[in-house]
T-cell receptor
Framework: EAGVAQSPRYKIIEKRQSVAFWCNPI?????LYWYQQILGQGPKLLIQ????????DSQLPKDRFSAERLKGVDSTLKIQPAKLEDSAVYLC?????????????FGSGTRLTVV | AQTVTQSQPEMSVQEAETVTLSCTYD???????LFWYKQPPSRQMILVIR??????QNATENRFSVNFQKAAKSFSLKISDSQLGDAAMYFC????????????FGAGTRLTVKP
């Protein structure tokens, strides 16, 4: 089966600019996650979708971050305006089982550098 | 809140030898899932092995096995017959069965395999 697709692979922007990341999960996976992985740290959950509804966005900085999942399939994560501390790898993951108890399938991530 | 600790930022092993990566976690829950993920330079998180807390038997996947000590809240990963392709970041992760959200990751251990 095809994996989780993410684009772009790399992005460099100046602070205060906006940026968007795209994720296409594995077909049939109802649950989609966005993680932020700062250099030297483990991934941290930003938002979780079940189909096209938000299950948890408690750790999403809503003053600058937003996310949507179109028709319960593709998802877009946006940052506006970006700050230097947003430099990180943004990972998208999906799971077939809602609770993800069988583990998630991750994409290769987008490395964001804010200068 | 659950926390995951990986006390070894870096480890190295000689090719064909065995190495053990450590992980401890803190939780008040009685049932949960534990995972080890591998992250090569490609950045994609790859599921290595999964353990269900209610199962006493340690999980094994080919050259990978775990030592799950529930009372001690310890979940170490043993890699036997190490190969050059095993070189990567390894992340330990905790997933609650009571909470639909937030797979929590440790900070990771960078494994180097010496030829």
């Amino acid at each position: 089966e095809a994996g989780v697709a993410q684009s772009p692979r790399y992005k460099i922007i100046e602070k205060r600019q906006s940026v968007a990341f795209w994720c296409n999960p594995i077909s049939g996976h109802a649950t989609l996650y966005w993680y932020q992985q700062i250099l030297g740290q483990g991934p941290k959950l930003l938002i979780q979708f079940q189909n096209n509804g938000v299950v948890d966005d408690s750790q999403l900085p809503k003053d600058r971050f937003s996310a949507e999942r179109l028709k319960g399939v593709d998802s877009t994560l946006k940052i506006q305006p970006a700050k230097l501390e947003d430099s990180a790898v943004y990972l998208c993951a999906s799971s077939l089982v809602p609770q993800g108890t069988y583990g998630y399938t991750f994409g290769s991530g987008t490395r964001l550098t804010v200068v | 809140a659950q926390t995951v600790t990986q006390s070894q930022p870096e480890m190295s092993v000689q090719e064909a030898e065995t190495v053990t990566l450590s992980c401890t976690y803190d939780t008040s829950e009685s049932d949960y899932y534990l995972f080890w993920y591998k992250q090569p330079p490609s950045r994609q998180m790859i599921l290595v092995i999964r353990q269900e807390a209610y199962k006493q038997q340690n999980a094994t996947e080919n050259r990978f096995s775990v030592n799950f000590q529930k009372a001690a809240k310890s979940f170490s990963l043993k890699i036997s017959d190490s190969q050059l392709g095993d070189a990567a970041m390894y992340f330990c992760a905790y997933r609650s069965v009571y909470n639909n959200n937030d797979m929590r990751f440790g900070a990771g251990t960078r494994l180097t395999v010496k030829p």
